[in-house]
């Protein structure tokens, strides 16, 4: 499980495709990596396979590739990472399971003084999980839905988050991963 709150961001250093999917080589500051640790990658839980000094891989099965925006990922590319939250951690965002839902397209980003706001396209299939005010994940961050119509949502960035996340690097047009909060989700299967 994760937070949603980015830890840090990594450079894509490789992509290579396989028959079953791609292998991502990341840059990353962790030093207490292992073979298996889960790390959020955008938003996506993925495994580690390999790591070294200031690195790690990561394979995405066929699968993921498909659901995700990571069909299109390129070397130097700027990616969200967050590692998984210990259970006796600090829980600051909301509840992140690193199970992406889908990809959405940023539509509009405006800078209001210090803060922004970015405009994002809303699936159908993701849109009764989404609600004004409520959490959503946009690429691993946990960010509060600030207005939403029937196929777009805004959330308002301040500086902090816009410096800290790949946000800054994106443009309107990108792909973003998004998941929704899981609670609606346990609420929409018990009713």
Known sequence: MFTGIVETTGDVL????TDGGRRLKLGAPFTD??????????????????????????F??????SRTAFDAIEEGDVVNLERAMPADGRFDGHIVQGHVDGTA???????????WEFEISLPEDSAKYVVEKGSITVDGI??????REDDSFTVAIIPT??????????QVGDRVHL???????????LL
């Open 14 to 17: 490789a992509v290579t495709d």
């Open 33 to 58: 990596l292992h073979h298996g640790q889960s790390i959020s990658v955008n938003g996506a839980c993925l495994t580690v396979e390999e790591f070294g000094d200031g690195w790690f891989s990561v």
């Open 60 to 65: 995405l099965l066929t699968e993921t590739v």
């Open 105 to 115: 397209e940023i539509r509009r980003i405006d800078q209001l003084g210090d803060d």
């Open 142 to 147: 946990s960010l509060t839905v600030a207005s």
């Open 161 to 170: 988050t816009y410096d800290l996340t790949n946000l800054s690097e994106k």
């Open 179 to 189: 998941e929704v909060d899981v609670i609606a989700k346990y609420v929409e299967q």
